[in-house]
């Protein structure tokens, strides 16, 4: 009988190709090595490669939110699973010292060793998931060929056991901060209300708000002065128009002081800039996005009702528009922040601390993705521009019609 680990080799091999039966034959190669003791074998080297291969992948620059992210993406809810398993298997053999957001991220994820033994841990998630043996076996080898097969990217923050990463990252804004709290709140008002008027009135006071902080927190810690480097997030923009979640992204990164990055084939954009902006960014495009959506939907009805049928042209361009638009209305607010900030504390003292701080992000995005290129908007769909753009601006209805765009989305063909 061969040995366990080039069964595996075997099998990892045939899913990368494209010969489904010989796949599947190298499956039941391992059902049968796992015949004679229950699949205990075979089932701790399954878990422990893929324990190890995820281990390898944090200096590579991927985050537990980052392969929890693709997983999904790619291979579905259960794999995903077995992926943060991974995750809460390696953190708990990590030594110590093991950084806060590290362990931020394994607690958003709810990673944690809920199986008593590792030897029986995919005869346990199986069962959880209410997969057969073979489904089993066959998700887990699809799990280990896609963790093996990713690519390196950019390392935005220095991950467990790296030595000598001597860069200090700035404390990020407390999630309960009673600032934070009263932006929520706005935000969670501008998604439930379906008056756009108000909603974009609210999206803008909280943008104020957070602009607001982000100038007494570049007052308080000028972190370009004293050599700290600014953070990184990445944010998901997978599909359906995923080219116009990149936009939204951008246009909410470009309002808060940030840079973003998408990476199509990997589906998500980063945003590098200072915590607090970070915050900002991470809080209105989850809300925006859910507005996008909405008003996107409210926009098909009304279509419908006047006979006309939904297209992806028209639902492109409508959140196409909005991302605009809006990225248009959240600079203004930034814009009056500075300004009263400027008239409040002097424009010697607050003006050459923002533009530092703004040179650092540009510096650190030079540095982490120096073949960054840019995609041209193309819009489909006139009605849908028209559409998007009233939804995030209502007032201009009686105004003249709105233009065609001429941003750009900032990218990457290959992973960053």
């Known amino acids: 009988?061969?040995?366990?680990?080039?069964?595996?080799?075997?099998?990892?091999?045939?899913?990368?190709g494209t010969?489904?039966?010989?796949?599947?034959?190298?499956?039941?190669?391992?059902?049968?090595?796992?015949?004679?003791?229950?699949?205990v074998a075979v089932d701790a080297a399954l878990v422990r490669r893929l324990v190890t291969r995820v281990a390898r992948l944090a200096p590579r620059g991927w985050q537990p939110a980052d392969l929890a992210r693709i997983a999904v993406r790619r291979l579905g809810a259960a794999s995903a699973a077995?992926?943060?398993?991974?995750?809460?298997?390696?953190?708990?053999?990590?030594?110590d010292p093991v950084p806060p957001w590290w362990d931020a991220h394994l607690r958003?994820?709810?990673?944690?060793?809920?199986?008593?033994?590792?030897?029986?841990?995919?005869?346990?998630?199986?069962?959880?998931?209410?997969?057969?043996?073979?489904?089993?076996?066959?998700?887990?080898v699809d799990v280990l060929a896609l963790v093996e097969g990713l690519p390196p990217i950019a390392v935005l923050r220095p991950p467990p056991g790296v030595t000598g990463a001597a860069r200090a990252v700035s404390t990020p804004v407390r999630s309960g901060s009673r600032m934070l709290d009263r932006v929520r709140a706005l935000l969670a008002k501008a998604e439930s209300t379906t008056f756009p008027a108000e909603a974009e009135a609210l999206t803008g006071k909280a943008q104020e708000l957070m602009a607001r902080h982000s100038i007494d927190q570049a007052l308080l810690a000028p972190g370009a002065e004293r050599g700290d480097l600014p953070d990184g997030v990445r944010l998901g923009t997978d599909p359906p128009y995923a080219g116009a979640k990149a936009l939204l992204v951008q246009e909410v990164a470009a309002a808060n002081r940030c840079e973003a990055v998408w990476s199509d084939d990997l589906?998500?954009?980063?945003?590098?800039?200072?915590?607090?902006?970070?915050?900002?960014?991470?809080?209105?495009?989850?809300?925006?996005l859910v507005q996008a959506t909405a008003a996107m939907l409210r926009g098909r009805g009304e279509?419908?009702?006047?006979?006309a049928r939904r297209t992806r042209g028209y639902d492109e361009s409508f959140l196409n528009a909005f991302a605009v638009r809006i990225g248009e209305r959240l600079r203004a607010a930034t814009e009056e922040a500075n300004r009263q900030a400027v008239e409040a504390a002097g424009a010697d003292r607050l003006l050459p601390?923002?533009?530092?701080?703004?040179?650092?992000?540009?510096?650190?995005?030079?540095?982490?993705?120096?073949?960054?290129?840019?995609?041209?908007?193309?819009?489909?769909?006139?009605?849908?521009?028209?559409?998007?753009?009233?939804?995030a601006d209502r007032a201009s209805l009686k105004g003249p019609a709105p233009s065609r765009p001429t941003r750009q989305v900032r990218g990457r063909r290959g992973p960053r």
């Open 1 to 16: 009988m061969p040995d366990v680990d080039d069964l595996i080799n075997d099998a990892l091999a045939a899913v990368r």
């Open 19 to 39: 010969d489904v039966r010989l796949a599947e034959r190298q499956l039941d190669r391992l059902m049968i090595a796992g015949a004679a003791d229950g699949g």
């Open 82 to 95: 077995l992926v943060v398993d991974a995750l809460a298997a390696q953190r708990r053999d990590l030594p």
């Open 108 to 140: 958003d994820l709810d990673a944690q060793v809920w199986w008593d033994d590792d030897e029986r841990h995919l005869a346990a998630w199986a069962g959880r998931h209410g997969l057969d043996r073979f489904t089993a076996l066959r998700t887990a």
């Open 267 to 288: 589906g998500f954009t980063t945003v590098l800039g200072w915590p607090a902006d970070l915050e900002a960014v991470e809080l209105l495009y989850t809300s925006l």
């Open 303 to 307: 279509r419908r009702g006047g006979g």
């Open 353 to 391: 601390v923002l533009a530092a701080r703004t040179e650092a992000v540009r510096e650190h995005l030079d540095t982490l993705f120096p073949g960054v290129t840019r995609a041209r908007l193309t819009v489909h769909d006139e009605e849908g521009w028209s559409s998007g753009t009233s939804a």
